[in-house]
């Protein structure tokens, strides 16, 4: 149901019904390692290539999530997922094997909240009982696609962020329990002139404002309403822009407790990963990984994620456009069994 | 240049990019440098010394041991590179790793590397001068535009 200019209300209540994370051996060092299902110690996966790499990690994690479903993938109608490679390939070869209907998506590192916004209203709506959102991105793939090959010698400006190699997927449904998929906002795009691929925290940081703003003001409730706010990869310098504007347009951040997940999941002593975090990965395995399962265990009751996408192309930025941003936001809150 | 870019923004924009300039930490400029000049000059220290080791040893003399010292350095470069320390050497040195025949036979083997997936001839073959096509394209460039000069001045007939 729209309630308010460009949100979503899930009257119906869709349910996470079982989530699944899979990521890489840095990943595997950084703090968050135990709340992953699956942690590769080899980032080729045994694959051939980056790209089979990353389509690998995508597979993995939707089997996990619909075997953790206690489902079977004849039983899941649709599969919304995409990625940051070029023409989405690691989602779309990934529903070649998995054969479930597909729906590709592109959000840039926004599309872990575009896709289970959309899983979300599809059940809401009766469209589907079950729906499978899943993301993925790998550190070298992208790498070789936006910047450089992985082993040439470059040095990064202390702005820039390392891209999370990983893949969450979730299953959502009407059937079963589990967090609970209230609403959702859609972001519109925002390009504050930013053309540095380097600083996509400074790029982005606007995109997520302007949607948690929209967020609460559509659903007519104070940010203090959720336990915590995150948003997905803004990293450190995104994270500091964004307090300044929330500051700046009198907004009360400070009524919650607001992080990013950009910065939870490496550690910036012993990993060298200059701002932090980025990537479709990052949100996706923090919020189906970590943030779930502080949820699971009673830590957490009402939370918005926010991930954030830079929806630039390595043509653009090369023509010296600026990075449009996007923003989507999904508000997840603690399911029955535990209220 | 500045200006120009400034003059595209709109006044809410130039605001924010004032906003998110004053927020971004600077590159560690001094530091850069310190390591750079370390790191180059480590590189070259190496490459004096296996020069040396071809003019008391090799049995080349001070010209042409040049020679065979390029090889192994470039050698050396290219094992750094495919064992995949260059790269985290270069995040440390900076500058100080792209001294040229280091940085160039890093910036070949990488791309070779990096895109051997896509065949020998489109992806070695093709792709390799990806980084280094640049290099030698423009020092081509300049070296003809220094030529003219030095015709102009000197006159021809060369040394």
Not at chain 1, 78 to 100: C, E, P, V
Not at chain 1, 136 to 141: A, E, I, V
Not at chain 1, 253 to 277: F, H, K, L, P, R
Request: charged fraction near 15%; include cysteine.
């Amino acid at each position: 149901m729209l309630k308010g200019h460009q949100s979503w209300l899930f009257e119906n209540k869709p349910f996470i019904r079982s989530t699944a994370t899979v990521v890489g051996p840095f990943e595997g060092r950084g703090p968050l390692a135990k709340d992953f299902d699956i942690v590769h110690g080899e980032s080729m996966m045994g694959q051939k290539s980056w790209e089979k790499a990353e389509k690998a990690l995508i597979e993995e994690a939707a089997k996990l999530a619909i075997e953790n479903a206690g489902l079977t993938k004849e039983q899941v109608q649709f599969y919304i997922g995409g990625d940051l490679m070029n023409q989405i390939i690691s989602s779309s070869f990934a529903a070649r094997t998995l054969s479930i209907p597909y729906i590709g998506v592109f959000g840039a590192c926004s599309t872990s909240m575009e896709s289970l916004a959309l899983a979300a209203n599809l059940v809401n709506s009766g469209s589907a009982k079950f729906v499978l959102a899943g993301t993925c991105s790998h550190d070298s793939s992208a790498e070789k696609q936006f910047r450089y090959p992985t082993e040439y010698g470059s040095q990064k400006p202390p702005t820039a962020q390392y891209t999370v190699t990983g893949a969450g997927a979730a299953i959502v449904s009407m059937e079963g329990d589990g967090p609970v998929v209230t609403s959702a906002t859609i972001g519109r795009v925002i390009d504050m002139g930013i053309k540095d691929p380097f600083n996509m925290g400074a790029a982005m940081a606007p995109a997520a404002v302007d949607t948690i703003e929209a967020h609460v003001r559509d659903l007519g409730i104070e940010p203090g309403y959720y336990d915590l706010i995150v948003t997905g990869d803004l990293a450190k310098v995104g994270y500091e822009i964004a307090c300044k504007l929330f500051k700046k347009h009198n907004f009360p951040i400070e009524q919650t407790e607001y992080s990013d997940c950009g910065m939870m999941i490496y550690d910036y002593e012993t990993q060298m990963v200059q701002a932090g975090a980025s990537g479709c990965g990052c949100s996706a395995v923090v919020t189906y990984g970590h943030l779930l399962n502080r949820m699971r265990r009673g830590e957490l009751k009402r939370i918005l994620v926010v991930a954030t996408g830079a929806l630039l192309s390595p043509i653009s930025f090369q023509q010296g456009e600026s990075i449009p941003c996007i923003a989507h936001a999904v508000s997840i809150e603690a399911g029955r069994e535990i209220l | 240049m500045a200006n120009n870019i400034k003059k595209n923004l709109t006044r809410v924009q130039q605001e924010y990019k004032e906003l998110a300039q004053s927020v971004e930490p600077p590159r560690p400029i001094l530091k850069n440098f310190i390591r750079a000049f370390i790191a180059g000059g480590a590189i070259c220290l190496v490459g004096q010394a296996i020069q040396e080791m071809f003019v008391h040893w090799g049995g080349f003399d001070e010209k042409k041991a040049g020679d065979p010292t390029v090889a192994v350095m470039i050698l050396l470069s290219v094992i750094l590179t495919s064992m995949g320390v260059y790269d985290k050497f270069a995040q440390w040195a900076g500058a100080g790793s792209a001294v040229p025949v280091t940085g160039f036979a890093n910036s070949m083997a990488s791309a070779a590397i990096e895109h051997q997936s896509e065949g020998m001839v489109l992806g070695v073959g093709g792709k390799m001068f990806k980084l280094a096509g640049p290099v030698i394209v423009f020092g081509t460039v300049a070296a003809f535009a220094v030529g003219i000069v030095h015709l102009l001045i000197k006159g021809g007939g060369g040394s």
